[in-house]
Structure formats: structure tokens, C-alpha cells
């Protein structure tokens, strides 16, 4: 799970690495920012050539969550698919839960840093 309440450089910079670290791996990472965090995800993901990824043969999967005030709005990005978007977003309400497991969760709360921007609380 990665959480970018805001698209800043200190906050958004680790994606790439992190995207390289798994590339050719059988995971599903959970990713959670603010609004527009779509648009910021797909930028970066449409800035590099994907025409070698059919042949891996594991497949690293996103899980992209975009968090407004009320709503959560939900992306899958495949990597067989060259993360290319996964259409419309799934769309849920939001009261502060980002995450909830049997041994933790994660709650976020909005932040003034001049943006929309949210805090992780766990």
C-alpha cells in the first residue's frame, strides 16, 4: 500500500522505484491520493514504453484509489495491459476509512497545505 496525499515532488518522487522494484512480479500494490491522483498516476505510467510486458510471465497489477472529500473513487491498472486506464472508476463514499484489516486500518484527514490534500492516520 503507497499513499500520496499530495502530487509534491517529496511525495510522489518514490513511484517510479517502486513500480521498477515490482515490474515482473505476481503483486497487487493499493495506491491512495488526492484528487486528480488518476491523471497524475496515468502520467507517469504513459510516460515509458510497455511493448515487453506480454512476455512476463508474472504480472504486477495497480490498485489506484482517488480520494475526495465524500467519495473514493477506484482504477485497476494491469500490467498485461500495459497499464493502460481500467475504465470507469468504481466509485465508493467516503467517511474517513481508507483501509480496514483484522490486524490494522488506516484513516485519512484533510490537511490545509494550500491543496487537497489528506494525512494517513493508522
Known sequence: MYSSPTAHMDHFTGFDQLLRVFLGREKEIEFFGPEAFFERVEGKLTGYTWNLVEEYQYQLKLRVTEVHADKMMKRRYECRDRFRSGGRAEIQPFS???????FFRVEAAVLDHRIHAWACLS
Open 96 to 102: 474517513g476509512l481508507l483501509v480496514k484489516e483484522p
